[in-house]
């Protein structure tokens, strides 16, 4: 009595490289979805409204350069002075949110703001902020309210921040 060798949608083979095909789908679609346009995101300042020294924040510009840093950080309060020289997009205003939430002007070009705790905790989480400072240009669409990522966001290192300062 000779064997049976099984083929078709049942045989050994098949059982064995379907988990894998499966598990390689899977990773395919995560790694998309991390690298995709979904990381650009929205941004509605009605809904998490950020404080200037005096009022509410209205934006009133097309492009903003959101610039995530901590005044009590020197080295980032003086990296914010510099923004404007630093960044590729030199026409959009600065919009400098610290974190420490301290409420000083310390350039008439820049809009300085803060907010609540759980406020800037959505914009970290939203941005998939890790470190500080952090910058993401954001632009208006046609039409509408609301503001959408418009660049992947930049993270300065520590040894970026040295080099500015030496250049002024």
């Known amino acids: 009595m000779a064997i049976e060798q099984k083929s078709g ?5 098949t059982l064995v490289a379907a988990p894998m ?6 990773a395919f679609a995560y790694y998309y979805y991390e690298n995709s ?3 650009f995101v929205k941004v509605d300042f009605n809904d998490w409204a950020l404080y200037t020294q ?9 492009r903003y350069l959101l610039v995530f840093y901590s005044s009590n ?8 002075q510099h923004v404007p020289r630093f960044s590729h997009d030199k026409e959009a205003k600065i919009l400098a949110i610290d ?4 409420k000083e002007a310390l350039s008439a070009d820049i809009v300085y703001a803060t907010a609540g705790i759980n406020t800037l905790l959505r914009y970290i989480h939203h ?38 300062a030496a250049q002024k």
């Open 9 to 13: 949608c049942c045989s050994p083979r």
């Open 21 to 26: 095909i499966g598990v390689l789908i899977a």
């Open 37 to 39: 346009y979904a990381r």
């Open 54 to 62: 005096t009022s509410l924040f209205e934006p009133t510009e097309e």
């Open 73 to 80: 950080i020197a080295e980032q309060a003086q990296f914010v």
């Open 99 to 102: 974190l420490a939430q301290n």
């Open 127 to 164: 941005f998939k902020i890790r470190q500080l400072p952090t910058i993401v240009a954001v632009q208006r669409k046609k039409n509408g309210q609301a503001f959408y990522q418009s660049a992947p966001l930049v993270e300065i290192s520590s040894a970026e921040m040295m080099r500015l």
